[in-house]
């Protein structure tokens, strides 16, 4: 009889160590990573992540509560970098089609040049001939000025000479405005290619 009393006693004690709180308080039960197990009224921080039991005031499962291990994700986010990948996408597509022609157009960096020179060649004698006619009309205002400084007193100009006046400094605002415009388009023809030499000689190495 005594044994058997002491056997009780040691399977009470074993059940108590592997029971290690009130069963009514343990709804929760997980084994972490590193081999231990917790158990908790509400779900243990070290079970975030794991396999997480349920379970009732008799030790019994009730539940099993399987991680997914995927964090949530905010749709406005997901749709961002979606876009952006399709964006880059469409970049590099872009730039590999821009290699391919320029590989394409030109066989030598004094390819580039020579295309250069012939592109600039109809700006930089437009803007050649607009400074011409602009040194003829400086010209001709300075002798409109004085023709018109030989009026004094109560002299008044006549008509004629006060239009061609307005007329001159009409036009050589007109043209002014147009040689701005000209070396513009040359400054952009410029820019453009020193960027297929820049981009033809890293393509090529040479």
């Known amino acids: 009889m005594f044994q058997n009393i002491a056997i009780g006693a040691a399977v009470a004690a074993l059940a108590a160590a592997a029971w290690p709180l009130d069963a009514g308080a343990q709804t929760y039960r997980c084994t972490s990573k590193d081999g231990k197990v917790y158990y908790g009224q509400t779900i243990p921080n070290q079970c975030i992540g794991q ?3 349920q379970i009732n005031s008799q030790g019994l499962v009730i539940k099993r509560i399987v991680p997914t291990n995927t964090p949530l994700e905010d749709p406005a986010a997901k749709e961002a ?3 952006k990948k399709q964006e880059d996408a469409a970049r590099a597509k872009d730039e590999e089609r821009r290699d391919n022609a320029l590989l394409a157009t ?3 960096v004094k390819d580039v040049d020579d295309a250069r020179a012939r592109a600039l060649s109809e700006p930089t ?3 050649g001939e607009i400074e011409a006619r602009i040194a003829e009309l400086k010209k001709k205002q300075e002798d409109l000025a004085k023709q018109r400084a030989t009026y004094t007193g109560s002299r008044v100009p006549p008509l004629s000479l006060t ?3 307005q007329n001159v400094d009409s036009e050589l605002r007109l043209q002014t405005e147009l040689a701005a415009s ?3 388009e040359i400054d952009g023809i410029n820019a453009r290619y020193d960027e297929d030499k820049k981009r033809y000689i890293r393509l090529t190495g040479r």
């Open 106 to 108: 030109y066989t030598s």
């Open 51 to 53: 396999l997480v039991e």
């Open 81 to 83: 970098e979606e876009k």
């Open 125 to 127: 004698a437009r803007v």
């Open 182 to 184: 000209k070396r513009h």
């Open 163 to 165: 239009d061609q006046i």
